[in-house]
């Protein structure tokens, strides 16, 4: 499965943005998927993830009742709705799914062996 991760740019502080990760290939009803995010200088973390049919989701306490993930198995698209953005949210968001993904696993990158090139956000004080 390919993925194409769309949706990032500039925002102030207090602002949303809603970012959508777009499979192409096989079925991507398949495949959990997850948003990671990598801010400049630290380490690729974990933002969140949803099962395949969509029951399931896992959010980091960091976005917790700020963003929300969901998807679309029609559209094969997942998106991170991401309200109430703070600078700290700044980062490249990559998107990745697995067909072997369940929620105790969702959250550890090293499980994903399908990634998108990443789409930058960018939140100004």
């Known amino acids: 499965v390919q993925l194409q991760a769309s949706g990032g740019g500039l925002v102030q502080a207090g602002g949303s943005l809603k970012l959508s990760c777009t499979a192409s290939?096989?079925?991507?009803?398949?495949?959990?998927t997850g948003w990671f995010r990598q801010a400049p200088g630290k380490e690729r973390e974990f933002v969140a993830g949803?099962?395949?049919?969509?029951?399931?989701?896992l959010h980091a306490d960091s976005v917790k009742g700020r963003f929300t993930i969901s998807r679309d198995n029609a559209k094969k698209t997942v998106y991170l709705q991401m309200n109430s953005l703070k600078p700290e949210d700044t980062a490249v968001y990559y998107c990745?799914?697995?067909?072997?993904?369940?929620?105790?696993?969702?959250?550890?990158?090293?499980?994903?062996?399908?990634w998108g090139q990443g789409t930058l956000v960018t939140v100004s004080s």
């Open positions: 990745a799914a697995d067909p072997r993904i369940i929620t105790s696993s969702m959250s550890r990158s090293g499980e994903y062996d399908y």
């Open positions: 290939g096989r079925t991507f009803s398949s495949y959990a």
């Open positions: 949803i099962t395949r049919s969509g029951g399931g989701r």
